[in-house]
């Protein structure tokens, strides 16, 4: 059984959830969470907390179901009405997909998900 010790200072809780980002496209994640941290783009936040929030796949934030979050509007990645890459309309985009069976492999990917659903 592992035990997990509950990080204490800010610096820890920050040090820990960056750890659980994916290391993809040469750290690219991670270098914009740090951005988001140091508080010098508001921009970088909103992006990263879509991508959390997304489990790290940008495809999905343009098919965010999450309407009533206040970044909606503001979400990176999506897709809109006459846009060249629009194929869906906005009923369509905030329709729920069925979910995927993972086999806990959600977990793996997206622990910080797995903890919260």
Not at 12 to 26: F, H, M, Q, T, Y
Not at 36 to 56: E, I, N, P, Y
Not at 57 to 70: D, G, L, V, W
Not at 83 to 110: D, K, V, W
């Amino acid at each position: 059984m592992i035990i997990h010790k509950q990080p204490q200072t800010k610096a820890e809780k920050i040090a820990e959830w960056r750890a659980n980002i994916p290391d993809i496209n040469n750290e690219f994640y991670r270098r914009l969470y740090d951005k988001a941290q140091s508080g010098k783009s508001l921009r970088a936040a909103v992006d990263s907390k879509c991508l959390d929030c997304m489990c790290w796949q940008r495809s999905e934030i343009a098919k965010c179901p999450h309407i009533a979050c206040p970044l909606y509007q503001y979400r990176p990645y999506r897709q809109t009405t006459g846009h060249r890459y629009n194929s869906q309309s906005g009923a369509e985009r905030a329709a729920p997909e069925a979910p995927l069976e993972t086999n806990g492999a959600f977990a793996q990917i997206c622990p910080q998900e797995a903890r919260h659903g």
